[in-house]
């Protein structure tokens, strides 16, 4: 059985995953030969990318999708205005998965513990 700390660390390497996966799309649409069936904005991202490094908005697109996980975080941990008290349950045990957790606090150690290379096992 995984511990709650395992737990955590499963969910917050999984909204690695998701913001990864948006960061590269992201950057990746800038480039005029991107056929980007996703957006709506196409012209406006090859208009963007004519003078723009795609690792350069990659990066500013990584922090972006940091700051939105991270509020996120926050809005479930309580400070945002949510009119209800939300929670993060296992199904298996029925047990919080956050009982006496941040979350926004814990994504945001993670993520400086993954930039330092300290969760490299993923």
Do not use: C
């Amino acid at each position: 059985m995984l511990s709650a700390n395992d737990k955590l660390n499963s969910l917050f390497q999984e909204l690695e995953h998701i913001k990864e996966i948006y960061a590269d799309l992201s950057a990746g649409s800038i480039d005029t030969n991107s056929k980007m069936p996703w957006t709506q904005y196409k012209q406006e991202y090859e208009k963007f990318g004519d003078g723009t490094d795609s690792s350069e908005f990659r990066a500013i697109q990584v922090e972006l999708i940091e700051e939105v996980i991270y509020s996120i975080m926050e809005m479930l941990d309580g400070y945002k205005g949510l009119n209800f008290e939300a929670d993060l349950i296992d199904k298996n045990t029925g047990e919080s998965v956050i009982q006496n957790i941040q979350l926004h606090d814990g994504y945001r150690e993670y993520i400086e513990a993954k930039k330092k290379g300290e969760y490299l096992n993923e």
